[in-house]
């Protein structure tokens, strides 16, 4: 009879979504034959590989971005344009070449973002919690960091005489980012104030600090983590009365006012809101600071589209910037709020953060040719994010799955998390969601584990790759692979030694129809 109940239930709940709905044409195997040999001539035009020297590097590193975000991010895409979702294309599904990436740190299964980024930006795996060094150095201990400092890629760019750029949603001193100029064997020192008297005594710097220390001038800095930057106490200029956004500096130095002073009469200009960035000709400047929240900037779903420039916006502007060298350009991105939306358990915040970040990439290729520029999009871990349920073809992401449990005899929606803070008992049972709204913005889906932050997850993550050499990035690879790649296809850091053999060889190239007129002149007159 329990039985009987439930299926009658459920079969309620599966007529109350409506009938699955396809298009007419996929009755056909005509549509699906025709599609499936179209996409094979085009990876037939792959064989021909591109093997030119990429001039411009371009990194978008989504935070957190597991490859279930991605495919919850692709169906929502689809369904922000009244699609049903699960045909439709994610910019990154469009590149080429697709890997996956081992992210595990050197001394942790499941893996955080700051050794991830130490392995994706200086080529070498290291510890939880530390940017910019090696295994040596141990978490928090200020003394393991002298010796063990290894440089990131956008070093290397620069020390090419390339431009370098950095884009985030989070703070410019947070993990990803910092992992770019930093050598911390603590992630979380993000200014002196954060950090032990002991270390600040022992001589080990501060995050923000660093910044603008380590390498001098880059080009383009745009992000949140303003109040890391000014005295303590001191307010700030987007929110004068709330204390929690005062700077935190206790060694009382104005980061951003020493910038200024150093960079006068390099064409520097330092922003902190969208109508001042927007309001730049970026053909008259070389260089900039933008600093648009005291802490992470606002979700993509909660930004306030007159003051708070968007993912897509910062990167535009950060492209026309640095196009500008003949040399070219390294471009780190991070959508970093990705992962804030898993840790918080709002699964919406997340996708929607994923969605723009796919916009950014979208748009970053439309000003870039991949002839000359190699884009790579992955992720530094991935998250105890999931979906399923036996959903019909167009549910909407957010919603129920067409079938009540047949435990507890309740519904539940398609996403879950295997931990994290959307646990709820009520009354010794589940709680009921169809009692809540559970598309809201801020949602905390439910979790099997009850944790005030959602964790992690250990799996693989995908490696997307186009322009030259992108072929490099296939298969399973460690995550410390990722920036080899891009400075072999762009002849920077270490191994340089194919391009002074391209060199000679596009140099023979070049000179071949001379010596053939040369020698065809010599034979006429002999």
């Not at 891009?486 to 002849?491: G, R, V």
Request: proline share 4%; net charge neutral; charged share 20%.
């Amino acid at each position: 009879m329990k039985v009987t109940i439930l299926l009658i239930c459920s079969c309620l709940v599966w007529g109350g979504l409506g009938k699955p709905q396809f298009p007419d044409q996929e009755k056909d195997p005509l549509f699906w034959n025709t599609w499936a040999q179209r996409t094979l001539k085009n990876a037939l035009t792959l064989q021909k590989l591109n093997q030119n020297t990429a001039k411009n590097l371009i990194l978008f590193l989504g935070d957190g971005m597991g490859i279930p975000t991605v495919t919850a991010a692709r169906i929502l895409k689809g369904q922000l344009s009244r699609q049903s979702g699960e045909e439709t294309q994610l910019e990154m599904d469009k590149f080429p070449f697709v890997a996956l990436s081992k992210t595990y740190n050197t001394n942790a299964q499941v893996a955080d973002s700051a050794g991830t980024a130490t392995a994706y930006l200086c080529g070498v795996k290291a510890n939880e919690g530390t940017v910019g060094v090696s295994a040596a150095a141990v978490r928090s201990q200020c003394n393991t960091t002298q010796g063990n400092e290894v440089t990131s890629i956008l070093r290397w760019a620069k020390e090419a005489g390339k431009s370098v750029g950095i884009v985030t949603t989070t703070r410019v001193n947070h993990a990803t980012p910092s992992a770019a100029y930093a050598h911390c064997v603590d992630r979380d020192w993000y200014s002196d104030g954060e950090m032990p008297a002991e270390a600040v005594q022992a001589g080990c710097k501060d995050i923000a600090r660093q910044l603008f220390e380590n390498i001098p001038n880059i080009d383009v800095i745009m992000g949140g983590g303003r109040k890391y930057m000014f005295p303590k106490n001191q307010s700030d200029v987007e929110y004068p009365g709330e204390k929690k956004h005062f700077g935190t500096r206790i060694d009382r130095r104005n980061l951003v006012e020493e910038w200024n002073n150093r960079m006068k009469n390099k064409n520097a200009h330092y922003v902190w809101n969208k109508k001042e960035l927007l309001s730049l000709n970026p053909n008259s400047v070389d260089y900039l600071l933008g600093l648009f929240e005291p802490g992470d900037l606002p979700y993509d779903l909660e930004r306030n589209n007159e003051t708070d420039p968007s993912l897509t916006e910062m990167v535009e502007v950060a492209i026309k910037i640095l196009k500008k060298n003949p040399s070219g350009f390294y471009l780190l991105v991070e959508g970093g709020r990705i992962d804030h939306g898993h840790h918080e358990g709002k699964a919406k915040q997340a996708l929607h953060e994923a969605v723009e970040m796919d916009r950014a990439i979208g748009h970053a290729g439309l000003m870039t040719s991949i002839y000359d520029t190699m884009t790579v999009v992955t992720a530094d871990h991935s998250h105890m994010f999931n979906f399923g349920g036996y959903t019909p073809r167009g549910n909407t992401i957010f919603g129920l799955a067409p079938m009540l449990s047949d435990v507890d005899q309740k519904p539940f929606t398609a996403i879950l998390y295997g931990n994290g803070p959307g646990f709820k008992v009520v009354n010794g049972l589940r709680e009921n969601v169809s009692t809540l709204d559970y598309e809201e913005n801020n949602y905390k889906a439910q979790s099997a584990v009850p944790l005030s932050m959602e964790t992690h997850g250990g799996e693989d993550v995908a490696v997307f790759a186009k322009g030259p050499m992108a072929h490099l990035l296939h298969g399973v690879h460690e995550q410390n692979y990722i920036p080899h790649v891009m400075a072999y296809a762009a002849c920077i850091g270490q191994n340089r030694d194919h391009c002074m053999s391209s060199s000679r060889a596009s140099s023979l190239s070049a000179a071949l129809p001379s010596l053939t007129a040369l020698l065809t002149l010599i034979c006429l007159f002999c």
